[in-house]
Antibody
Framework: EVQLVESGGGLVQPGGSLRLSCSAS????????MHWVRQTPGKGLEYVSV????????YHADSVKGRFTISRDNSKNTLYLQMSSLRPEDTAVYYC????????????WGQGTLVTVSS | QSALTQPRSVSGSPGQSVTISCTGT?????????VSWYQQHPGKAPKLMIY???KRPSGVPDRFSGSKSGNTASLTISGLQAEDEADYYC??????????FGGGTKVTVL
């Protein structure tokens, strides 16, 4: 059974930093592209970042480019999102998401971790 | 990219059919057959319902179907059931390793 468990969320002041982690199990982590998607309270979903299976290719949405960095450690089956220069508008639930097999979609989502940026 | 456009809400009685539209542009929905749909119940993570416009993952009831015409994709729920009441989000690949989501549609079963 595929499991994605996020951690690292919490309350942080504007301008602060936070690192999210996602522990993966139930599939061969090192062979899949992984993503972060966020959802603002009461609102919709927003694509954040992607990293390919070996970690050599990444993409970040314009809204977080230069502030967020996605990375992975395949030896630990763990995905990361380093967030810095946080803004109130970054307040959201952050989901760790597995890439669909052979496709451009997302087949498994974690339960999410809440990040609140507020003074 | 701008978010894909979905109606804020749709409703139907049990057994009826409802269709949710998802309008994008020639750079996302119109450019790729990579539209997916996700169901989200309150307090839960999204769940994949349709991928590659029309494909259903194992375990998703066949009353859920997807289609696309030009820059607009659609999700149809036939034979609406109480457990289908949820938020639904469309998503399209937009090139250069980027994706764009719709704003979400709340489906209410009357």
């Amino acid at each position: 059974e595929v499991q994605l468990v996020e951690s690292g969320g919490g309350l942080v002041q504007p301008g602060g930093s936070l690192r999210l982690s996602c522990s993966a199990s139930g599939f061969t982590f090192s062979t899949y592209t992984m993503h972060w998607v966020r959802q603002t309270p009461g609102k919709g979903l927003e694509y954040v970042s992607v990293i390919n299976n070996n970690g050599r290719s990444t993409y970040h949405a314009d809204s977080v480019k230069g502030r967020f960095t996605i990375s992975r450690d395949n030896s630990k089956n763990t995905l990361y999102l380093q967030m810095s220069s946080l803004r109130p508008e970054d307040t959201a639930v952050y989901y760790c998401v597995k890439d669909g097999s052979g496709g451009w979609f997302f087949d498994y989502w974690g339960q999410g971790t809440l990040v609140t940026v507020s003074s | 990219q701008s978010a894909l456009t979905q109606p804020r809400s749709v409703s139907g009685s049990p057994g009826q059919s409802v269709t949710i539209s998802c309008t994008g542009t020639s750079s996302d929905v119109g450019a790729y057959n990579y539209v997916s749909w996700y169901q989200q119940h309150p307090g839960k993570a999204p769940k994949l319902m349709i991928y590659d416009v029309t494909k259903r993952p194992s375990g998703v009831p066949d009353r859920f179907s997807g289609s696309k015409s030009g820059n607009t994709a659609s999700l149809t729920i036939s034979g609406l059931q109480a457990e289908d009441e949820a938020d639904y989000y469309c998503c399209s690949y937009a090139g250069s390793y980027s994706w764009v989501f719709g704003g979400g549609t709340k489906v209410t079963v009357l």
